[in-house]
């Protein structure tokens, strides 16, 4: 996703909202 997006604003489309990308992890506690 977010490298089609890259591709898109390098083109000039802006988008009409922000956008905001995240990535998280977990692990089970105490392990």
Known sequence: ISGRL????KRGWKPRRSIILCNWD??????
């Open 26 to 31: 977990a692990e089970e506690y105490g392990l």
């Open 6 to 9: 890259e591709k898109l604003m």
